[in-house]
T-cell receptor, first 113, second 115 residues
Framework: GNSVTQMEGPVTLSEEAFLTINCTYT??????LFWYVQYPGEGLQLLLK?????DKGSNKGFEATYRKETTSFHLEKGSVQVSDSAVYFC????????????FGTGTRLQVFP | DADVTQTPRNRITKTGKRIMLECSQT?????MYWYRQDPGLGLRLIYY???????NKGEISDGYSVSRQAQAKFSLSLESAIPNQTALYFC??????????????FGPGTRLTVL
């Protein structure tokens, strides 16, 4: 079945450091891929998405590229801020069930000044 | 005002008690979902509803039931709560799209503790 694997956290960085959070997936067909972010005490909100191979999603300085050949959707940011501290979830949606999301386990990011 | 609201935000209860968690949305979306979040396990789907007359089980529906009272309201019930149902519960909504990349909109969550 479909699944998403994320790197375990926490990821601890100093402000302005480069961020990579790895995400790989297993899916039949061609899923859409998402990154959601959960700030402390809040629900999840969509950070970025990509719907087909080689698409790049971007938002708030974060980027992720849909890599079909490596079944990956790694999240990157060139210079993190303290305000980026949150839990990040990679997810996919099955085209046959377009609204059902399958989530990874989440990666906690802690950014220190 | 928030588009997706959940009540209560926090609840502590005892084993065997019946609990209802409520979700309301003002987004006008047909599709609603209930997830639970556990440390190290991410989010898992409990139930989902694609419209008022359509209710479906998710991957972990045992011990839970739902009611879709209206397009805007979707309630989750624990008929007889047990300690391993202690978790953070999220409601979400979405609307059908054409690109296969439908975004889900999440409520703030309900933290449930079963003693």
């Amino acid at each position: 079945g479909n699944s998403v694997t994320q790197m375990e956290g926490p990821v601890t960085l100093s402000e302005e450091a480069f961020l990579t959070i790895n995400c790989t997936y297993t899916a039949t067909g061609y899923p859409s891929l998402f990154w959601y972010v959960q700030y402390p005490g809040e629900g999840l909100q969509l950070l970025l998405k990509a719907t087909k191979a080689d698409d790049k999603g971007s938002n708030k300085g974060f980027e992720a590229t849909y890599r079909k050949e490596t079944t990956s959707f790694h999240l990157e940011k060139g210079s993190v801020q303290v305000s980026d501290s949150a839990v990040y979830f990679c997810a996919l949606s099955d085209r046959a069930n377009t609204d059902k999301l399958i989530f990874g386990t989440g990666t906690r990011l802690q950014v220190f000044p | 005002d928030a588009d997706v609201t959940q009540t209560p935000r926090n609840r502590i209860t005892k084993t065997g008690k019946r609990i209802m968690l409520e979700c309301s949305q003002t987004k006008g979306h047909d599709r609603m979902y209930w997830y639970r979040q556990d440390p190290g396990l991410g989010l898992r789907l409990i139930y989902y509803s694609f419209d008022v007359k359509d209710i479906n089980k998710g991957e972990i529906s045992d011990g839970y039931s739902v009611s879709r009272q209206a397009q805007a309201k979707f309630s989750l019930s624990l008929e007889s709560a047990i300690p391993n149902q202690t978790a953070l519960y999220f409601c979400a909504t979405s609307a059908p799209g054409t690109s296969g990349s439908d975004e889900q909109f999440f409520g703030p969550g309900t933290r449930l503790t079963v003693l």
